[in-house]
């Protein structure tokens, strides 16, 4: 059983920073990609950033890039998030990607997790 866990969330003011964890259990995910989403009310679910097995293997949407860093510790990830503003409000989803494949395709995560809210207060 897979399982996948978000930690971190929580208020935040405009400028500021916060790190969120994820914590993946249940397999070995040593050729794995794992990653993160994030959903804000009214909107589309948008890709954030992801990491493979290597480490050249990053990925990250274009509105965050320069602002956040995914790093990765087996099969535990974080999302440090720095300039934090407003259009950064939603949820964060934690996923894991299939048996090596990179970068996965956004219908190619196969577990998620139950979201951690971040709300960037202006």
């Known amino acids: 059983q897979v399982q996948v866990v978000e930690s971190g969330g929580g208020l935040v003011q405009a400028g500021g920073s916060l790190r969120l964890s994820c914590a993946a259990s249940?397999?070995?995910?040593?050729?794995?990609?794992m990653g993160w989403f994030r959903q804000a009310p009214g909107k589309e679910r948008e890709f954030v950033a992801a990491?493979?097995?290597?480490?050249?293997m990053l990925e990250y949407g274009d509105s965050v890039k320069g602002r956040f860093t995914i790093s990765r510790d087996k099969n535990t990830v974080y999302l440090q998030m720095n300039n934090l503003s407003s259009e950064d409000t939603a949820v964060y989803y934690c996923?894991?990607?299939?048996?090596?494949?990179?970068?996965?395709?956004?219908?190619?995560?196969?577990?998620w997790g139950q979201g951690t809210q971040v709300t960037v207060s202006s």
């Open positions: 990491i493979g097995w290597r480490s050249s």
């Open positions: 996923v894991t990607g299939r048996l090596g494949v990179w970068p996965p395709p956004p219908r190619e995560y196969d577990y």
């Open positions: 249940g397999r070995a995910f040593n050729v794995y990609a």
